[in-house]
């Protein structure tokens, strides 16, 4: 048993007070390699901003539980290096599914945790998720809970359609559960593919997909129910079409690949939405750079060569989301 403290990590629960008082969002950045990690740190130490370091389901099976914690304390190492004296650094278990693998992350220093029984019958999330909260709070780890499900495939659990969040169940399920944040649905979802073409309307000037806005209605709804709790935005890449074009002019296949416009996200960001996940913007940079070199270097066998510019794109990439979406710059000075 290792507490988060030990490994210089913090929890959520300053970090999101302070988010939504300032009007600004904590970016909650999925990992699953070192690249991934050095470009995370270093753009949240060049611009001293908190951050939560994701883990999910799928990390745990490529890359290993223990590597990957271990790395996250190597990370805080890291941050100070580079001249970030007071890393707020949060180690996060992303749409975990059962309380065995909540407990595991909580005993080996995991600062927080999602519990995700967005997928069960609602009594039977509240259950798990209070018994989750139970535990992690015993150890000073803070718990995400999940009402409303996002079409698209969280883990492995599968929905063909979206579900937003009932603004009528989150008072009972926060005070039931003692959960200290909930993660909604309001249009979002996992992936580079959130929106059909049939559901969005043409740019006529660029001739790119143009996605329908967000439920705010639904959002407005949960805050004026919920004041002052700290609110998540699962599925929050932007899925920007300069890396989709690199892809596809580089051997790619990416046909209409959509996600959530940025200004919405800064909407999101000023309000009670204070944790904003994103996956799928890293990975199609990683990729974006990766089939660049390929393409312009066939002779090129040296991995880095490719996973350096990879790595120099994702630093580029959260530092544009930390400054000109979410706003957690200098926030953690
Ligand atoms: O929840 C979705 C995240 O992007 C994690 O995806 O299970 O493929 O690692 P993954
Ligand atoms: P994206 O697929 O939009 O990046 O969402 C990631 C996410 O919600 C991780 O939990
Ligand atoms: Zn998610």
Not at 29 to 58: D, H, R, W, Y
Not at 247 to 263: D, F, S
Request: proline share 5%; hydrophobic share 40%.
């Amino acid at each position: 048993m290792v507490s988060f403290k030990e490994l210089g990590l913090v929890n959520t629960k300053d970090m999101f007070a302070k988010a939504i008082k300032g009007g600004y969002a904590i970016p909650a950045f999925n990992f699953n390699n070192m690249e991934q990690l050095q470009a995370i740190i270093k753009a949240a130490a060049s611009t001293k901003s908190p951050v939560i370091l994701q883990v999910s389901k799928g990390a745990r099976n490529y890359a290993n539980q223990t590597l990957l914690r271990y790395m996250a304390q190597g990370a805080v190492e890291y941050a100070k290096e580079l001249g970030w004296e007071n890393p707020q650094i949060c180690l996060h278990l992303d749409h975990g599914d059962s309380f065995e693998v909540c407990k595991s992350c909580v005993d080996f220093g995991f600062s927080s945790v999602m519990i995700d029984g967005s997928h069960l019958p609602y009594e039977e999330n509240v259950a798990l998720t209070k018994k989750v909260v139970e535990y992690a709070h015993a150890h000073g780890v803070t718990v995400e809970g999940e009402l409303g499900v996002l079409a698209g495939v969280e883990d492995e659990v599968a929905s063909e359609v979206s579900h937003y969040t009932k603004p009528e169940e989150v008072i009972d399920f926060t005070e039931k559960t003692g959960c200290d944040s909930l993660a909604i649905s309001i249009g979002t979802s996992h992936g580079a593919y959130k929106f059909t073409p049939e559901q969005c309307t043409v740019d006529p000037e660029t001739g790119r997909l143009v996605p329908p806005p967000l439920a705010f209605d639904i959002l407005e709804e949960i805050m004026e129910k919920l004041p002052g709790f700290p609110i998540v935005l699962h599925g929050s890449s932007s899925v920007p079409q300069e890396y989709v074009d690199i892809i596809n002019a580089n051997g790619g296949a990416l046909p209409n690949a959509v996600g959530i416009p940025e200004e919405q996200l800064r909407k999101a960001a000023a309000s009670a939405v204070c944790k904003i996940n994103i996956d799928s913007d890293s990975r199609l940079a990683f990729t974006a750079a990766v089939r660049k070199v390929f393409a312009e270097k066939p002779a090129e066998f040296d991995p880095r060569k490719y996973c350096g510019p990879a790595r120099d794109l994702m630093v580029e990439l959260y530092t544009h989301k930390i400054k000109e979406v979410l706003g957690s710059d200098g926030k953690a000075e």
